[in-house]
């Protein structure tokens, strides 16, 4: 009994280890108003699926430049 709790402790603990970061890619002319694309790898899916994009993902983006930072979105989300 003692050793399938250890068993199932270091399953949790498996279990429970962080999920790396994937690349972004950034694709376009890094140059004032111009058109730049982010590509976020992530799962295919769409509005119909039990995986909704729309309402079980969230994306929080920190553009910075000299010093300068803004966070979009602002503001709480719920």
């Keep these: 009994m003692k050793h399938s709790i250890y ?3 270091i399953a949790f603990l498996i279990s429970c280890q962080l ?9 376009g002319e890094l140059q004032q108003w111009h058109k730049v694309t982010l590509e976020i790898p ?26 300068v930072s ?5 503001g709480r989300l719920e």
């Design 70 to 74: 803004y966070r979009v979105p602002r």
């Design 42 to 67: 992530g799962p295919v899916t769409s509005e119909w699926a039990d995986e909704n994009p729309f309402l079980d993902y969230k994306i929080e983006v920190l553009f910075s430049r000299n010093g």
């Design 19 to 27: 999920v790396p970061q994937k690349e972004i890619s950034i694709l």
């Design 7 to 9: 068993l199932l402790f």
